[in-house]
């Protein structure tokens, strides 16, 4: 079996190769006049590599060796990653809802600009509050553990 050294280098690059994924599945949807079926579908496959690259490391490596290393830095990181995917899962209740009123009016496959999305339904307003809080919640913290997640690696791996 590799080394902890290569072990937690792996998990930081794979962490860190997460973070185009995630520009990029932003940009696509930022970028977009109207969010039609295949915008959706073309900003999953994207941005589904980078939860996965993220995600791996986190669930195989990360997870298992919290309690044998728990200190103030690591309950901080964990605390961080933990708010990330809340965060993630508060986005998803979101759009979930978003993409049921969209699908109902048929809006993905024959996109009309004309149409408000709040005019689809009453909670609109929220869901998409939701969504938007939802992701914006989850880069920040994921930032956030990112950053100390590479001070942790540095520090404990390279300078010790």
């Known amino acids: 079996m590799a080394d902890e050294t290569t072990l937690a280098t792996l998990a930081a690059v794979t962490v860190t190769a997460s973070l185009p994924f995630y520009l990029y599945g932003a940009w696509i949807m930022i970028d977009a006049e109207t969010v039609s079926w295949d915008v959706l579908v073309f900003h999953l496959k994207v941005i589904f590599p980078g939860l996965v690259l993220n995600t791996v490391p986190v669930v195989t490596w990360m997870m298992p060796r919290l309690l044998d290393q728990l200190n103030g830095l690591s309950a901080l990181h964990a605390i961080l990653g933990l708010q990330a995917y809340a965060m993630l899962v508060f ?70």
């Open 91 to 160: 986005a998803l209740t979101g759009i979930v809802r978003i993409f049921q009123a969209k699908w109902e009016a048929d809006l993905y496959r024959n996109p009309d600009p004309s149409v408000s999305l709040d005019e689809l339904h009453e909670n609109m307003s929220a869901w998409r509050g939701r969504l938007r809080v939802g992701v914006f919640g989850y880069v920040i913290f994921w930032f956030f553990a990112w950053v100390l997640g590479i001070y942790r690696y540095v520090t404990g791996y390279l300078l010790a």
